[in-house]
């Protein structure tokens, strides 16, 4: 089916092309950056609540806008068919939540190495006992160190911006490693935002197999694969050598993203008021509290500045090291318990005695703004009302 | 393009590794199957030649046989998981991918479907090759859904009924009251039936066998791969022992793949309609192909 569509760069698409205003939720977002990708293949495997956005996926499908989809058996098989498909030189995605990114990790940690371009959808859910289907995005802790390129989407908007620049920046030439797009289940996915959007016959450039840095595996892009030697499924020294260097190669790449993050999507991080003594820093839904918490702030004329990572790997740890080079305190709320987010700003700046841990919430709690302003009064050193309660 | 892409150019090709260039000069690519093939194994240079499988492995024999059996080599990938017979596969001059621990079938799925898409006019002919243990047990799911979905391509079950890599334990596909690794007491319940399973789960066209005549076992390959291009899955399930953990002396090794013949792995073949029209059609064109 042919739906007579202008193939743009993603330049134009992101930066330039005129935008019309819709009222969608974060699911639709996803699944209308998809429409716009020119993706081969999608492949699904129900979870709640990535559900929606795979069904929607399904239907674009149905509609023409993608090539081939199918419901897989589960994650393990969705990834693994993600990694077989890529071998093939076509552009990919899927998404899942919680439990099944975790069933599917084997596969996705191996796609960096073997060296897999696609898209895939996180949208963040419990995956701890008891069990439930609620937001929590401890499984993003997860991805920290699996060489995935990682974004974290505050809102609709990011979803739609970042899952459409995902299709650019994973095949680059000089990252080509996946990049998963990460948003909060049912806080963004089921919740109506508004969302700037391009129109739908514009599209993404097809993807040129012939042009990746490497060949598809289709018996058509020399040099051909005959030869005659693993070397890495032996124990000796080549074998430890050529892992050391591949794996270097891939958390390169993984850094190498940082340049189209910046080209995309205007950077890694988001800050106001650069100046305050009194820093809130999140990402994804968090960071929609926190700029609330911002708002409040700056009504109250405190000294509070705000900064919204949208990069989670690479991380931005120089770019946060140097907003963050005279502040006193930051404050860093998060919807897990172990506090992932904290550690890693910890670990990017010097003097990590500023970093307050939270607040907290986890289990799909809603992250209220009186939450975090206790933490910025106490901060500023002043009296917390609901604290003296 | 796939024969065009392998062959050097005049000029490169006395930098490229002597192996490269008499696979290109000499090997099977876009021959015709009566001038190389298994009958004529050691009179040209074959896919795979050098493995570092166990002395007298049955294994590595058969490897030999399913790569000498390709009809377009040129147009194959093969796709593998943890076990021996990666070991050998890896050394064949044909793109080999390594995949995550039983997900052989899986990854089959995605490329068969993307090749189709770039290439619906052609043939690109993926096999699956991999241990009973990837096939069975870790594979289980990813094995019987490719077949339940009608993936089009073919598995092999290379079945030495035990973890061999690994060290020698109990597999699904192990004999009852087996002592192994992990089963000391020995194994709890009967072979998996894996070829009622595929027959079940809709391959076109399923083979056990334990391989002691190359030619019929060759035969068996070119049918599953020939009948995976346009009609659906096919399976063989094939004997290929393990000497070491059954301590079977190397000399006996043959001897021992003749008993299973008589036995649990006599000959079965099984094929649809549409299968059986397949072969009459392929091998009344070729005469000298039926053996």
């Known amino acids: ?389 | 393009m796939s024969l065009r892409y392998m062959i050097p150019a005049s000029k490169f090709k006395k930098y490229l590794p002597k192996d490269y260039v008499e696979l290109v000069d000499y090997g099977p690519f876009g021959k015709d199957y009566n001038d190389v093939g298994v009958k004529n194994m050691g009179t040209y240079k074959e896919l795979i030649e050098e493995h570092p499988m166990c002395s007298g492995c049955w294994m590595a024999y058969y490897i030999k046989i399913i790569f000498a059996s390709l009809p377009n080599p040129e147009d194959t990938v093969t796709i593998g998981t943890a076990g021996c017979g990666r070991l050998a596969i890896s050394q064949a001059a044909v793109p080999f991918i390594y995949g995550n621990y039983g997900d052989q079938n899986a990854m089959a799925s995605g490329i068969t479907r993307a090749f189709r898409l770039r290439f619906p006019d052609r043939h690109k002919d993926v096999i699956t090759i991999a241990g009973d243990g990837g096939m069975m047990d870790i594979g289980f799911s990813m094995t019987m859904h490719a077949w339940f979905r009608r993936e089009r391509f073919t598995t092999i079950m290379l079945d030495n009924e035990v973890y061999g890599n690994t060290g020698g334990q109990e597999s699904g596909m192990s004999m009852e009251g087996a002592i192994l690794k992990m089963s000391p007491t020995g194994k709890k319940f009967g072979k998996m039936p894996a070829m009622q399973l595929a027959i079940t789960a809709g391959c076109v066209y399923v083979v056990k066998m334990s391989p002691t005549n190359i030619n019929k076992a060759s035969k068996a390959i070119r049918r599953a791969i020939f009948a995976a291009r346009t009609l659906g899955p096919t399976f063989l399930h094939v004997y290929t022992s393990c000497n070491i953990e059954y301590s079977i002396p190397t000399n006996d090794v043959f001897r021992d793949a003749k008993e299973m013949e008589k036995g649990r792995f006599a000959y079965e073949e099984y094929m649809t309609d549409e299968a059986k029209e397949l072969f009459a059609q392929i091998e009344s064109k070729n005469k000298r192909e039926v053996s």
């Open chain 1, 1 to 389: 089916m042919s739906l007579n569509k202008t193939l743009v760069s993603m330049e134009y698409l992101l930066k330039e092309a005129p935008r019309e205003k819709h009222f969608i939720t974060g699911a639709q977002a996803m699944a209308e950056a998809v429409k716009r990708a020119s993706v081969d293949m999608a492949i699904a495997y129900p979870i709640t609540p990535q559900s929606e956005v795979m069904h929607l996926v399904g239907d674009i499908y149905a509609q023409g806008h993608i090539k081939e989809y199918y419901r897989a058996e589960e994650e393990l098989g969705t990834m693994s068919a993600i990694a077989g498909a890529a071998r093939a030189g076509v552009r990919l995605f899927t998404a899942t939540s919680g439990p099944g990114l975790l069933r599917g990790l084997e596969a996705i940690v191996s796609w960096p190495g073997h060296r897999v371009p696609c898209v895939l959808g996180v949208l963040t859910r419990v995956v701890n006992a008891p069990l439930s289907i609620q937001p929590d995005n401890i499984e993003m802790a997860y991805l920290l160190h699996s060489g995935v390129v990682l974004l974290h989407a505050e809102n609709q908007q990011d979803t739609f911006d970042m899952t459409l620049a995902a299709f650019a920046i994973t095949e680059k030439v000089d990252v080509y490693i996946p990049v998963a797009v990460a948003t909060e289940g049912f806080f963004v996915t089921h919740a109506k935002g508004y969302v700037d959007m391009t129109s739908e016959e514009l599209a993404f450039n097809e993807p040129d197999p012939y042009a990746a840095p490497v060949p598809a595996m289709d018996n058509e892009v020399p040099p051909a694969r005959i030869q005659r030697d693993a070397p890495v499924q032996k124990s000796n020294f080549m074998s430890y050598l050529i892992h050391s260097v591949w794996q270097q190669e891939i958390w390169d790449s993984n850094k190498r993203a940082m340049k189209y993050i910046y080209q995309y999507l205007g950077g890694p991080i988001e800050v106001q008021n650069p100046d305050a003594d009194v820093f809130v820093l999140a990402s994804g839904c968090a960071a929609a509290q926190a700029r609330e918490a911002h708002r409040y702030a700056q009504e109250e004329e405190l000294s509070v500045g705000f900064i919204k990572v949208r990069a989670i790997r690479p991380f931005p740890k120089e770019e946060i090291r140097a907003a963050l080079k005279n502040a006193k305190k930051v404050i860093i709320p998060e919807h897990n318990i172990i506090g992932w987010l904290a550690t890693e700003v910890k670990a990017a700046i010097p003097n990590s005695g500023i970093v307050v841990d939270g607040p907290r919430v986890y289990g799909g709690m809603t992250l209220p703004v009186e939450l975090i302003m206790e933490q910025v009064y106490m901060a500023l050193g002043m009296k917390s009302e609901t604290l003296q309660a």
